[in-house]
């Protein structure tokens, strides 16, 4: 079964740390981007970060510029969103979903993890 | 930043009307444009990616088109199991980008 589990979550204090870890399974990960895509409580999506099949190219929403950073293992078919200097507006769900593009074409994000929560308060 | 700007907010039909959901980019955008299901307390679901064309398992009621800027998801006949939020996102320029939803709700 192709599955992505997200973990890492919790509660956190303003200007904390946070490293959140998303495993995937059943397909050939090294052959997909790896995206994180948040959802603030009662609001929309948000794509956060964006790594590339080899993890030379990484990309991020001028929010999180500066204060996360994507990294992946993919002898551990792995993608990693450490979070620093988090604050309140980052409490969100957070998902990891993978995506792969071409020249021509978009495959759009087709499979997404269950999601890891990240509260950020006193 | 592409500004993608869904329209209706908020969609309320009956079961077996059709819905049109619109998607309008701030500006040109290549094909690269996928819509997203979602429904409360689950992960979204990809529904449509590279404009038109329907992911694995997505019934045929789904359709996706274009027009210039303008994105077009629609639903031939709603289905009980239709009613959720739908998203469209864009991969055509960083930083990747949603639009705000639109809720297809019953009437």
């Known amino acids: 079964e192709v599955q992505l589990v997200e973990s890492g979550g919790g509660l956190v204090q303003p200007g904390g740390s946070l490293r959140l870890s998303c495993t995937g399974s059943g397909f050939t990960f090294s052959g997909y981007c790896m995206n994180w895509v948040r959802q603030a409580p009662g609001k929309g999506l948000e794509w956060v970060a964006n790594i590339k099949q080899d993890g030379s190219e990484k990309y991020y929403v001028d929010s999180v510029k500066g204060r996360f950073t994507i990294s992946r293992d993919n002898a551990e078919n792995s993608v990693y969103l450490q979070m620093n200097s988090l604050r309140a507006e980052d409490t969100a769900i957070y998902y990891c979903?993978?995506?792969?593009?071409?020249?021509?074409?978009?495959?759009?994000?087709?499979?997404w993890g269950q999601g890891t929560t990240v509260t950020v308060s006193s | 930043e592409i500004v993608l700007t869904q329209s209706p907010a908020t969609l309320s039909l009956s079961p077996g009307e059709r819905a049109t959901l619109s998607c309008r980019a701030s500006?040109?955008?290549?094909?690269?444009l996928a819509w997203y299901q979602q429904k409360p307390g689950q992960s979204p679901r990809l529904l449509i990616f590279?404009?038109?064309n329907r992911a694995t398992g997505i019934p045929a009621r789904f359709s996706g088109s274009r027009s210039g800027t303008d994105f077009t998801l629609t639903i031939s006949s709603l289905e009980p199991e239709d009613f959720a939020v739908y998203y469209c996102?864009?991969?055509?320029?960083?930083?990747?980008?949603f639009g705000g939803g639109t809720q297809v709700e019953i009437k």
């Open positions: 500006q040109s955008l290549s094909s690269f």
């Open positions: 590279d404009t038109s």
């Open positions: 979903a993978r995506d792969r593009v071409t020249q021509y074409f978009y495959y759009g994000m087709d499979v």
């Open positions: 996102q864009q991969r055509s320029k960083w930083p990747l980008t």
